[in-house]
């Protein structure tokens, strides 16, 4: 589930860090806040931008396209099954950046700490955060550290935003999507949720059920050097699960979006698991999967490449694109029965990411 | 103090928005979510690149030198003399482009609200958010909203990161400043930090004390149009104020500061009011006020060029870099003495910005 203790005593113990829990005074901009990242972050983030320690990082740019990308991470617990807050902080950038088409180059990193975080959850969040980003290919190139006072703020929120240039042969507009486009999705789903679900509730199933957190960085890429603009819209379905970002696009369409149950793998846990919190798989959020909306005549390909991909090995056709029902997801259901599924109305599962 | 009554009966009244606080649905990213951004967030902040309401934000970029930076904001009380957390948040953000030689252009927007948060609140920020990206010529291109439940966070954080072209005759690192620079400091110091600690204590001064927030987009351009790789080196007082900085500075290089107390502009409240608090004016936060370490034969010219500056009114020539005393800060006092200035140590002011 976790090899962080691996990690730290392969490389990176916490020789500098002579205090046990994040004060207030870490927060300051003075010596503390220097001791802090000097007796480590630094260390483990280490790269030619971050080593300015500069208001923020200067690179190089070609002509072209580039994205750009925030989001701030709050999940509870910061410490999950199959992954933590930091993975998620950099999954979750890096691919919010390939959903544009981009590839996930350059990463800043901003902490805002409830005073009272242990140092070594800090330090593993951090490890966590430096393969997280080895893994997807990006650097960490600029950040922030604000502490707050104890029950001000959640033990350690996380914001990331990112930047990276958009493949030239990227045309990724949800004004492309067309009727008769095929809606694939990129794996199971219903994971992530569950994986938060199960520990918030103390539940235990029959297999553990891990979240499904990982960067599409590479494979997005794949997919935009053998399809281009064939590719005519991603989006990854996290908050709001799978059935909130089809509503979305058929909304802004005007077009009716058909899919069919019998396509959408859950996993048998998780749908068990499902049953058992009273919720639809269909609205709990995701965090490796992703729907591309795709030329009909390439929609098969693209499902081989993606299941050819550790992370895709459930991606399929799931539906499509009509002008019928405008404005609405229309669920096949495995027994034949048709029914509109609607955006997620209030909280399901609050701090998911 | 605040013209946010006359912006919000002039343009922008709540018409959409008819809830009165924000709850944990808000932040599910389904319909709440929806409601929401759509019922005015959108609308206020409108611009070509948002807009489009995807995951990231898409612009061309030119060859050349890119910045990019983040800070998050969680400045307590939210609304304090002269300011507040969002204009704080664009302006914060430009300023540190700025510091790198860039102009700022994109910023990314991120909110982390505490449930309860009144809406009229958020609407006043966002309205302020809007105008202080119109001042510096910035476009908010991307964002991302959460919720966190009472007492897991304090109102609102904002996190702000940014991108922007850098300058091309711009130079700006800290291997530039040799022996014989000259210390230049933007403004007189001390406002920030004292707006904020007179509301936090309720203290009452014979005229308002103001935060000196303000941006430098434009003042920053002007002096490298002018004075190109003249300026060596640019950094904002902000946390830790302007001693932090300086042993920042004089550390990294092993070269010596010398500043001279009789040219730094401490205004007669503020001076009055730290006394009163018991802080040191050097080490209390500013938000409107850099120092820039420039080629001693322009510093005269560069100071005029602050001068000219509507936030500049205070500019001057503080200091020199010297070979003695390598990696300190001196101060000489206006009686004729001198004295070590040392890094902040621990939290002088919390949560300042």
């Known amino acids: 589930m976790s090899d ?79 992954g933590n807050i930091g993975e998620l902080a950099i999954n979750g950038t890096v691919n919010d950046l390939c959903m544009c088409g981009a590839k996930a180059a350059f990463i800043s990193l901003s902490f805002i700490i409830e005073e009272g975080l242990r140092v070594s959850d800090f330090w593993e969040i951090l490890l966590h955060i430096k393969q997280a980003a080895d893994h997807a290919g990006v650097k960490i190139v600029t950040g922030d550290t604000k502490v707050v006072e104890r029950g001000k703020g959640d033990k350690i929120f996380i914001n990331t935003s990112g930047v990276g240039k958009v493949h030239p042969e990227a045309a990724i507009s949800v004004d492309r999507i067309k009727t008769g486009d095929k809606v694939i999705i990129s794996n199971d789903i219903a994971r992530h949720g569950i994986a938060i679900m199960s520990v918030r509730e103390g539940l235990e199933f029959e297999s553990d059920i891990e979240s499904d957190t990982c960067h599409f960085n590479h494979i997005v890429e794949q997919l935009l050097e053998g399809f281009g603009n064939g590719i005519h819209f991603l989006r990854d379905a996290t908050r709001g699960g799978l059935s909130t970002i089809l509503n979305e696009v058929s909304q802004s369409l005007s077009k009716g979006i058909a899919i069919h149950q019998k396509d959408i793998t859950v996993d048998e846990s998780v749908a068990g698991a499902c049953e058992l919190l009273g919720l639809d798989p269909l609205y709990v959020a995701n965090e490796g999967v992703f729907v591309a909306f795709v030329e009909a005549s390439i929609a098969d390909q693209v499902v081989q490449k993606l299941k050819s991909w550790e992370n895709g090995l459930h991606a399929a056709v799931i539906g499509e694109v009509a002008d019928q029902h405008p404005g609405q997801v229309v669920l096949h259901s495995q027994i034949g029965g048709r029914r509109v599924v609607n955006m997620l109305v209030g909280e399901q599962l609050p701090r998911i990411c």
């Open 4 to 82: 962080y203790k691996s990690i730290l005593s392969a490389s990176c113990p916490m020789p500098k860090l002579d205090f046990e829990i994040i004060t207030m005074g870490h927060g300051s901009g003075g010596l503390l806040t220097h001791k802090l990242l000097d007796a480590g972050v630094f260390d483990v983030l280490s790269n030619e931008y971050l080593d300015k320690q500069h208001d923020g990082a200067v690179f190089d740019v070609t002509p072209g396209k580039m994205a750009f990308t925030t989001d701030s991470y709050v999940v509870s617990p910061i410490f999950f099954p199959g």
